[in-house]
Every structure is written in C-alpha cells, then in structure tokens.
C-alpha cells in the first residue's frame, strides 16, 4: 500500500502554512533525477514564489574541523531563542561521492534537529556542482516559503563550492581558528575577499589570546582590499562555539550588515543580480544535461572520440558536427 503523493497544490497549500513534511517532500522532488518529477518541482516552486523572499540567507564556510556544525547548532539554537525560525541547508558536491554529507550525521546539531522552530537537510547529492547548488538554491525559496525567516547555507571550505553558496546568499561568513602566527597562510584570496565577517572561532582557554592575535592580523589583511559594493566594512570577531560565547556578536553584525545595505538598496540589488545569475546557470546546466544524454549524441560522441584520438578530425571540427547535429535536430 503506498500512500498517494500530494499534488502540486496540496504540497504549495501545506508548505505555506508551515508544514514541515510537506517541504521535505517539496525538497526530495527538487533534488530528484527522474525528469517526470521536474514539472512538478517546477510548479511547486513557482507556486511558493510569491510567500519566498521575507528572509535573510547567510552562507558559512570554513575547513573541516573549524567548527561548523557546532557554530551552526549554538548559533540557530540563539536565533530560534530570539523568536526566528532557522532553516540549515548545505552544498556539499563531495557527498555523492563519499555517500555521506557534511549534514548527514545525525549527531551533528542534536540540539537544534530537536528545535521546533528549525529545519535541518542534508546536502543534495549530484555528480556537479552546478546540480547541488541549483537544488539548494530552490530549496532556499520553499523554506522561505514555509516560514523560515533565517537561512543558513553550510559549506566545506575546499573547493569551489563558497563561490556557488556566495552567490546564493546575503551575507558570507567565514569562519577560521587561529593558528601560531600563520593565519593568513593556505587562505585562498578570493573566499577572504567574499567574507562580509571573519569568525574566529575557539577562542576559549588557552587559544584566547591566540586568537585575540588572529583577530587583529585578520583586519590588516582585509584593510588591504578594494571596499565593497555592499558599503560595508568587513568585520572580524572571535567566538567560542562550544561555550556558546560571541554567538550574540555574530548575530548583531549582520544585523548591522542588513540595516546599512538595505539602506542603501544593496541588498535588493544583490538578490535581483543572483536571481539572473542562476537563470543562466540553470540554463547551463540543462543544456549540457540534455546534450550529453541525448541517445544520438551519446553514440555520435563515441565515434567522434576514436576520430579525434586517431588525428582523423580536428577536436573542432568534431565538436561542431556535434553541436550542429544536436541543434538541427
Ligand atoms: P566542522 O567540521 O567544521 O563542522 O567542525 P565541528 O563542529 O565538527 O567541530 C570540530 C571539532 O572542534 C569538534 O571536536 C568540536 O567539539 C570542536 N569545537 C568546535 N567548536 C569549538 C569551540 O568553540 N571551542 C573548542 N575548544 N572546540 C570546538
């Protein structure tokens, strides 16, 4: 006996009132592959638009082992503590390949899985980057749509999953630990450049004064970019995770962030700059998808390969036969 799924309408009508399964179900029909499931994705999501937006979407990233489940967890439980609803969303591309995802482990957040005012999901998984971030994009617009006014987009700080998350977001936070003098080493310019916050975490016992250290070689180093668009003036502060103490701080920043850039209409603008943005990304990404699992083309391709392996056609010439193909079709 399988219990019918909802339609469309059903799913848009719960999500709206709050229901929490129902954005489960929404999200699972995002993330899935089967191509019967894209319309009614689709339509749920349009469906939802118009609920989405009364929200602020905050990205964090950092290393493995810097502390962002446990950052992520003190930081919802005071949000949901101040009378905000959290939703905790991730990018995480290498999940598919390890089968698990930075969010998968139920141990991790216990405290706010069991928060009536959060929600918690796992990385989609995918063979692109593209793919997961599409999904967790879309998913962004049905927690919005369900209420949740918060959203934290979790990120592993290795790869070239921060630019995808920092274009989905209002707010960039990076979070570090203090080393022994050599903070700024092994950050790559471009995720320091995004941050619109550096947090130091840890910094308890015997790393406060490190970190105190950290902080201040943080905020040369960040005095030495151009300023930003947003007329913000990226901060850094310390925080310890675990003994939940400058988790109020955090919070107070991007209250200020959101003040001046909405202010300015930055904020508007950034989220109006995102939305095109990932029209062309989806583009993208479904051109490609449907290029390469195109039964033609898979078997053109093939035959191509060998051609331009044994030097009997140029990898030009070749790919225009293919596209030419594919686009006359
Ligand atoms: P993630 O891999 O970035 O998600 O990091 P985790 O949240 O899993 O934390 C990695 C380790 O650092 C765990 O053993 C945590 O207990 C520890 N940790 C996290 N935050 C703090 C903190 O504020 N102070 C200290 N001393 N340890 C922390």
Redesign the pocket.
Request: a negative charge; aromatic letters at 4%.
């Given at each position: 006996f399988r219990r019918k799924q909802p339609s469309a309408k059903e799913l848009i009508t719960a999500i709206t009132k709050g229901d929490k399964i129902a954005l489960s179900r929404a999200i699972t029909l995002i993330e899935s592959t089967n191509e019967a499931h894209l319309d009614k994705a689709n339509e749920v999501i349009q469906g939802c638009l118009p609920y989405a937006n009364q929200s602020v979407r905050i990205g964090i990233t950092?290393?493995?082992?810097?502390?962002?489940?446990?950052?992520?967890?003190a930081f919802g439980k005071y949000l949901t503590s101040l009378g905000k609803k959290v939703a905790v969303l991730a990018v995480d591309p290498s999940s598919s390949i390890s089968h698990g995802s930075?969010l998968g482990d139920k141990t991790?957040m216990e405290e706010l899985v069991k928060d009536e005012n959060a929600f918690i999901r796992p990385s989609a998984s995918g063979d692109s980057l593209g793919g997961v971030a599409r999904k967790t994009r879309e998913s962004i617009i049905l927690c919005e749509a369900c209420g949740y006014d918060t959203i934290i987009i979790?990120t592993?700080g290795v790869g070239q999953s921060e630019t995808a998350v920092h274009s989905m977001v209002d707010f960039f936070l990076l979070?570090k630990i203090a080393g022994a003098g050599d903070e700024l080493q092994g950050i790559k310019r471009g995720i320091m450049e995004m941050a619109d916050t550096i947090v130091i975490?840890?910094?308890?016992?015997d790393?406060k004064a490190k970190a105190k250290l950290a902080k201040t070689e943080f905020n040369r180093a960040l005095h030495l970019f151009p300023a930003k668009k947003s007329g913000w003036i990226p901060k850094v502060t310390t925080?310890?995770?675990?003994?939940k103490e400058g988790i109020d701080n955090v919070w107070q920043l991007i209250a200020d962030y959101l003040e001046i850039t909405k202010k300015n209409h930055f904020f508007e603008l950034k989220r109006q700059e995102q939305n095109q943005f990932w029209m062309l990304e989806t583009i993208n990404e479904q051109l490609k998808n449907r290029f390469y699992h195109h039964s033609e083309i898979i078997t053109l391709l093939e035959a191509n390969k060998k051609a331009v392996q044994n030097n009997e056609i140029s990898p030009f010439a070749a790919a225009q036969i293919l596209l030419e193909k594919y686009f006359d079709k």
């Open positions: 950092g290393v493995p082992g810097v502390g962002k489940s446990t950052f992520i967890e930075i991790r979790e592993v979070l975490n840890k910094a308890d016992g790393n925080c310890s995770a675990i003994d």
